[in-house]
């Protein structure tokens, strides 16, 4: 770290994580003797981690978060608040923001990148006032949410949502929704509509293949299928980001979209069940600093 860059850390760890207490222990050490002065408080609460950040806003230079997806999205509006630059630590099972900004899964080099002082600003998403970093979405991807327990996390890390998506796909059932883009509608019948922000998603699922999480801009995916196993010739698309070349999959860029429903349906936002529609989504642009390596954050 460099001289003139001031160490004084709130660090926010999520010590019941897949990566265990030693993993934890490891980093605290890793950080002191990279020489931030670290304030840890507890995550045990994750609804409590925004006031948690607003409250040291005063006391710190930067926050550190050890966890996962779910855990920095908690995060989000005191990060948002505070305007506190974000280092991130990844330890939850998918981990897809760390993906999506190139920070390495081993907790020293994740240390040394924030140790190293590069700053990007990036973009969040918001659906009905909720933050988002990766992916907000309704339909297959609630289910699956709610199927994803931390015991079946802790035992099969990300391929517990292969695993699990697997099941729900066999019994989903298209819904109807409205897509609402610059006053016009789309009505469409669909398994899952998902409105991308980053990159990554899902355990490593892409968003769009030309997808970034700075580039200013939402990409929405419709999967209007009529039978659930026409899914399976599209998987593989999915993970390149390039599902939108299928004639079952609708694709949309947009920086505000709304979407109604006949009957409110839930809607999971970096794999946390936040808010049901209606939804409004919007873009944040450049809503958050965080730590990254000092490489461009492009599609890889």
């Given amino acids: 770290m460099s001289d003139n860059l001031k160490k004084r850390a709130l660090l926010l760890v999520n010590r019941h994580s897949r990566r265990g207490e030693d993993a934890v222990a490891d980093a605290v050490k890793e950080l002191q003797n990279l020489g931030f002065e670290l304030l840890e408080e507890s995550t045990a609460k994750p609804q409590q981690i925004s006031k948690i950040i607003c409250k040291h806003r005063n006391d710190v230079d930067l926050v550190i978060i050890g966890g996962g997806d779910g855990t920095l999205n908690a995060a989000a509006e005191g990060l948002v608040d505070t305007k506190l630059p974000l280092g991130i630590l990844p330890m939850g099972t998918a981990n ?38 990766n992916v907000a979405s309704m339909g297959l991807s609630v289910d699956i949410t709610r199927q994803l327990n931390k015991e079946v996390k802790q035992k099969w890390g990300v391929l ?12 989903s059932r298209p819904f109807k929704a409205d897509i609402i883009i610059n006053g016009e509608k789309i009505s469409v019948s669909t398994a899952q509509i998902a409105v991308g922000n980053g990159r990554f998603y899902g355990g490593g699922m892409v968003v769009a293949e030309d997808a970034t999480i700075n580039d200013q801009r939402l990409d929405l995916y419709s999967l209007e299928l009529d039978h659930w196993w026409q899914i399976m010739p599209i998987l593989p698309a999915m993970w390149q980001g390039n599902h939108d070349q299928w004639q079952k999959v609708r694709s949309i860029q947009a920086q505000e979209i709304e979407i109604y429903t006949p009957k409110p349906r839930a809607i999971s936002a970096d794999g946390e069940i936040v808010t049901k529609t209606p939804a409004k989504f919007r873009l944040v642009p450049q809503a958050v600093s965080v730590f990254v390596p000092k490489i461009p954050l492009v599609p890889t």
């Fill in 160 to 171: 517990a949502y292969s695993m699990v998506a697997m099941q729900v796909v066999r019994r």
């Fill in 96 to 133: 897809d923001l760390a993906r999506t900004l190139s920070i390495p899964s081993p907790l020293s080099e994740a240390c040394q990148i924030i140790a190293a002082g590069n700053i990007q600003q990036i973009d969040l998403g918001c659906v009905n006032d909720k933050h988002f970093f």
